[in-house]
């Protein structure tokens, strides 16, 4: 079955340092992963998404995340924490039908401190 | 502006006492699906539909109910709420694309619901 598991449910860092959030997926075939940021009170934002090809992709607000196969992860990185990057993370899997059924993981709450 | 629009955004109700969340979308995109967010739980699948008059079960269906007459809208309709479908609600869109293409969900903004 599919899941997704993101390991910490509250990270805490200093603006400026460095950032990683973890994902690992249970998913049978190439999956399609995706994260997605939910600031207070709003829907979610989609950072950035991975379907094939290069293994670094690339997303909105200086976010990037790496798929590794092996280790069926899908870290989330940002190499400068800015406050405004406060808010909660979520990591999915793309499933079923032509990939239209996402599975979430639990969340990460990111705290950014001045 | 292309958005999922869901209505309304904060509601309180009563136990038992039916009521509706609506869905709109204008991107035409074929699949719409809703989901509950709870704490520490993330978001979880309640319903989707894959085109008009197509719907289907999620992993947590109890005590809910869709409805996809046209392609823009999707309603989430709750016959006898309880309290615990208090819960923060989203629908989602996506367009129905082939095995590997680009796909993503886009989101609504979000239904808070209580019930009492």
């Known amino acids: 079955a599919q899941s997704v598991t993101q390991p910490d449910i509250h990270i805490t860092v200093s603006e400026g340092a460095s950032l990683e959030l973890r994902c690992n997926y249970s998913y049978g075939a190439t999956p399609y992963l995706f994260w997605y940021v939910q600031s207070p009170g709003q829907g979610l934002q989609l950072l950035l998404k991975y379907f094939s090809g290069d293994t670094l992709v690339q997303g909105i607000k200086g976010f990037e995340a790496e798929f590794k196969r092996s280790q069926s992860s899908f870290n989330l990185r940002k190499p400068s924490v800015h406050w405004s990057d406060a808010a909660e993370y979520f990591c999915?899997?793309?499933?079923?039908?032509?990939?239209?059924?996402?599975?979430f993981g639990s969340g990460t709450k990111l705290n950014v401190k001045p | 502006e292309a958005q999922v629009t869901q209505n309304p955004r904060y509601l309180i109700t009563v136990t038992g006492k039916k009521l509706t969340v609506t869905c709109s979308q204008n991107?035409?995109?074929?699949?719409m699906s809703w989901y509950r967010q709870d704490p520490g739980l993330g978001l979880r699948q309640i319903y989707y539909s894959m085109n008009v008059e197509v719907t289907d079960k999620g992993d947590v269906p109890e005590g809910y109910k869709v409805s996809r007459k046209e392609k823009r809208n999707f309603p989430l309709i709750l016959e006898s709420p309880s309290p615990n479908q208090t819960s923060l609600y989203f629908c989602?869109?996506?367009?129905?694309?082939?095995?590997?293409?680009?796909?993503?969900?886009?989101f609504g903004q979000g239904t808070r619901l209580t019930v009492v």
């Open positions: 989602a869109s996506s367009p129905d694309v082939g095995t590997g293409q680009d796909t993503e969900a886009f």
């Open positions: 991107m035409n995109h074929e699949y």
């Open positions: 999915a899997v793309g499933a079923g039908y032509n990939f239209n059924k996402f599975y």
